[in-house]
């Protein structure tokens, strides 16, 4: 029936719990008749899934599902190991137009390429995953490739599935676009009340439509916590601006609170992460003797190199007053994610 389950996907377990996401029919077509407004797929089109899991949720989406349903042609791959030429030969054999692939990779991917005057002029897109991109690849891609970097936001419970950059819109490299149609969305403060619209908003995103469970497998808990009525709360800080173009800020655990005002830990982090010596960097909320939240910059060092807390305050002296760490602390390693991020879930927990 349309609506037996027929997977079953992990989420990140970005609290420390991981849960069990449902996925039936109903979800998976629904999910991919929305993305045909960002991939807007002709007979001609060719996928390629290159070094990467399908069993993860966005490969299986993006790289799988979509593709097959749309009537798509699909190139699986894991060339991690390949010499260029010959991934080149075989994209221009396969006429590959969309590659959905590992953000961490684009840019070395198209430098391989650049760097011996390999062109492949049936690619259209490279959608990443959920790793970080630097600025500069955007331009690249665009320039050296006439080939845009599509940026798509979701989630494990929206079948990946929520905004994305347009094919034809320009809209700004590190956004992610616009909400697609086909999904329902509000932003929400603290309290849960909507933010008025006629201004920039910044708060939790919340959403709802066909492409949702109504609940985590064996998880009532969760459920009751995330998906509440019709509308599930990602939990997922969210900037929209006038146009509507979207930006993922933070997760809402990770956001600090000073005054009544959220701040953004990662524009401390990227403050700090400029000193030569640092070599990782996360920003949290912790507590002073009398119970009260400091900003706290939890830091480790680069081997070999000094460096201690009051140079760091005197380099975070360039960021508003509101911005600025109370707390400086040192330590060896810090905990880090199965995604390749501090795992600041953990961190929170060691200074609890």
Same mark, same amino acid.
């Given at each position: 029936?349309?609506?037996?389950?027929?997977?079953?996907?992990?989420?990140?377990?970005?609290?420390?719990?991981?849960?069990?996401?449902?996925?039936?029919?109903?979800?998976?077509?629904?999910?991919?008749?929305? !993305?045909?407004?960002?991939?807007?797929?002709?007979?001609?089109?060719?996928?390629?899934?290159?070094?990467?899991?399908?069993?993860?949720?966005?490969?299986?989406?993006?790289?799988?599902?979509?593709?097959?349903?749309?009537?798509?042609?699909?190139?699986?791959?894991?060339?991690?190991?390949?010499?260029?030429?010959?991934?080149?030969?075989?994209?221009?054999?396969?006429?590959?137009?969309?590659? %959905?692939?590992?953000?961490?990779?684009?840019?070395?991917? !198209?430098?391989?390429?650049?760097?011996?005057?390999?062109? %492949?002029?049936?690619?259209?897109?490279?959608?990443?995953?959920?790793?970080?991109?630097?600025?500069?690849?955007?331009?690249?891609?665009?320039?050296?490739?006439?080939?845009?970097?599509?940026?798509?936001?979701?989630?494990?419970?929206?079948?990946?599935?929520?905004?994305?950059?347009?094919?034809?819109?320009?809209?700004?490299?590190?956004?992610?676009?616009?909400?697609?149609?086909?999904?329902?969305?509000?932003?929400?403060?603290?309290?849960?009340?909507?933010?008025?619209?006629?201004?920039?908003?910044?708060?939790?995103?919340?959403?709802?439509?066909?492409? !949702?469970?109504?609940?985590?497998?064996?998880?009532?808990?969760?459920?009751?916590?995330?998906?509440?009525?019709?509308?599930?709360?990602?939990?997922?800080?969210?900037?929209?601006?006038?146009?509507?173009?979207?930006?993922?800020?933070?997760?809402?655990?990770?956001? !600090?609170?000073?005054?009544?005002?959220?701040?953004?830990?990662?524009?401390?982090?990227?403050?700090?992460?400029?000193?030569?010596?640092?070599?990782?960097?996360?920003?949290?909320?912790?507590?002073?003797?009398?119970?009260?939240? %400091?900003?706290?910059?939890?830091?480790?060092?680069?081997?070999?190199?000094?460096?201690?807390?009051?140079?760091?305050?005197?380099?975070?002296?360039?960021?508003?007053?509101?911005?600025?760490?109370?707390?400086?602390?040192?330590?060896?390693?810090?905990?880090?994610?199965?995604?390749?991020?501090?795992?600041?879930?953990?961190?929170?927990?060691?200074?609890?």
């Amino acid at each position: 029936a349309d609506n037996d389950v027929v997977a079953l996907f992990e989420t990140s377990g970005a609290t420390g719990k991981p849960k069990w996401v449902p996925y039936t029919h109903t979800m998976i077509q629904q999910a991919c008749l929305i !993305l045909k407004s960002i991939y807007r797929v002709n007979a001609i089109d060719t996928f390629m899934t290159y070094n990467a899991s399908l069993m993860h949720p966005f490969y299986f989406m993006h790289g799988l599902m979509f593709p097959l349903i749309s009537g798509a042609a699909i190139d699986i791959s894991d060339y991690a190991a390949t010499a260029p030429e010959e991934l080149a030969k075989e994209m221009l054999e396969a006429k590959v137009s969309r590659v %959905i692939m590992k953000a961490t990779l684009i840019h070395d991917w !198209l430098m391989n390429f650049k760097n011996l005057n390999l062109k %492949i002029p049936t690619l259209r897109s490279i959608t990443p995953d959920f790793g970080a991109i630097n600025p500069a690849t955007y331009e690249m891609a665009l320039q050296e490739f006439n080939v845009k970097i599509l940026n798509i936001y979701g989630s494990v419970e929206s079948c990946w599935a929520v905004a994305a950059r347009q094919f034809e819109e320009p809209e700004p490299a590190q956004s992610v676009g616009r909400f697609l149609p086909g999904v329902k969305t509000r932003i929400v403060d603290e309290n849960g009340d909507d933010i008025p619209g006629n201004k920039k908003q910044m708060g939790q995103l919340i959403i709802s439509g066909t492409t !949702l469970p109504t609940s985590y497998h064996n998880n009532k808990e969760a459920t009751k916590m995330n998906m509440r009525g019709a509308w599930f709360f990602t939990g997922d800080m969210v900037e929209v601006d006038k146009q509507g173009i979207v930006k993922f800020v933070d997760r809402k655990d990770n956001m !600090l609170s000073v005054l009544k005002e959220w701040v953004v830990p990662a524009t401390i982090e990227e403050c700090i992460a400029k000193m030569g010596a640092v070599d990782k960097v996360a920003v949290i909320h912790t507590k002073d003797s009398f119970g009260k939240n %400091i900003i706290t910059a939890v830091i480790a060092k680069k081997h070999g190199s000094e460096l201690n807390g009051q140079e760091v305050q005197a380099h975070c002296a360039t960021l508003p007053e509101k911005h600025r760490p109370h707390s400086i602390v040192f330590m060896n390693e810090l905990p880090m994610s199965p995604r390749g991020f501090v795992d600041k879930y953990k961190l929170r927990y060691e200074f609890k």
